[in-house]
């Protein structure tokens, strides 16, 4: 029995991959494990620089260091397993690990969509309330704003994945992406699915448009502020203070507009694993690489870290050379 008569006979799915048949596999394993590396280096080291430095216990930082939490996991749901199938001739997924994959990508993705939203919000707090920045986000605003930004994202992967995975697949098992995304699985069913895909389509755009909306007003306040401000020096600050996020949302929304809003007649296969290759294994590693080197705080508490790392060093080494 050839591989295409077991795949039909079972529950397992083939992922055929970011690239069909990819002429040098060892050059892009050793191109996406060393992203992989560096996005997941970047988000711990944001973690922790956030949680031992003081001078980072603020609202703005505790909604980052969410953010590279996020950022983490989101990475760790798809690369492992593109990673693994680049050195494998078995491509398969279970059922189950397809489900876990969907439901998992949700929730991340609405998750920093919501949380990118209401990280507007604190900026625009900071910038246009800075007298009231301490009352209206307290630790409790700080947490609640975390804990509904996680639980609008699980809601996508609780309504979505259970509808998506009932659908029949009496079709080939081989999935054209490097994860099970949505629109690949889809595409897999013996049976019409367009209506599901519209719902899903106005759903997404939901998603979208309510952080987008906060988004836009935030910053449309900001503006304004800083266009009345007489002092240079403010302005400078207040864009330094939003240009961060500014870049991340860009990065983030553009790709998510793409996937979400554009009609079918814009996306190819190729075309749709290229974005999404873009916001699930790019976007993880620029996250923190935008606001450690464009934010002075960030890197200064960077250089005092290493600073310490490095005289600790120093001491012990005096200290061995004393001894002999």
Not at 236 to 242: D, I, S, V
Request: aromatic share 10%; with cysteine; net charge positive.
């Amino acid at each position: 029995m050839g591989m295409e008569g077991l795949l039909q006979n079972s529950t397992n799915f083939v992922l055929i991959g970011l690239i069909t048949h990819p002429a040098f596999p060892g050059l892009l394993f050793a191109i996406v494990f060393s992203i992989f590396v560096v996005a997941i280096t970047a988000n711990v080291v944001m973690i922790l620089l956030i949680h031992v430095d003081s001078r980072l216990h603020t609202p703005m930082y505790f909604l980052l260091s969410q953010l590279s939490i996020m950022d983490t996991i989101y990475i760790c749901i798809t690369v492992p397993k593109m990673l693994q199938d680049l050195l494998s001739k078995d491509k398969t997924i279970s059922f189950l690990g397809c489900a876990l994959q969907i439901f998992l990508y949700l929730t991340l993705i609405g998750g920093e969509f919501f949380l990118l939203g209401l990280m507007a919000y604190d900026r625009y707090v900071a910038v246009c309330n800075p007298l009231r920045y301490p009352l209206l986000m307290n630790r409790r605003v700080c947490l609640f704003v975390v804990l509904g930004s996680w639980v609008g994202g699980s809601l996508d992967g609780f309504m979505l994945t259970p509808v998506t995975m009932s659908f029949p697949f009496c079709s080939s098992r081989e999935i054209n992406h490097f994860f099970c995304e949505i629109p690949a699985v889809l595409k897999l069913s013996c049976i019409d699915t367009s209506l599901y895909e519209t719902l899903m389509y106005a759903c997404c755009v939901l998603m979208l448009l309510l952080p987008l909306s906060v988004i836009s007003v935030s910053y449309t306040r900001i503006l304004l502020t800083v266009h009345r401000m007489n002092s240079a020096e403010g302005r400078r600050k207040a864009f330094a203070t939003c240009s961060s996020h500014v870049m991340v949302v860009s990065i983030f929304y553009g790709a998510a507009f793409y996937t979400n809003v554009l009609p079918h007649s814009y996306h190819t296969p190729e075309k749709d694993k290229v974005v999404s290759a873009f916001y699930t294994i790019l976007t993880p590693m620029l996250n923190p690489l935008i606001y450690s080197l464009r934010n002075k705080e960030v890197a200064a508490a960077l250089r005092k870290v290493l600073g310490r790392c490095g005289s600790s060093q120093s001491i012990r080494v005096g200290t061995v050379m004393r001894k002999d």
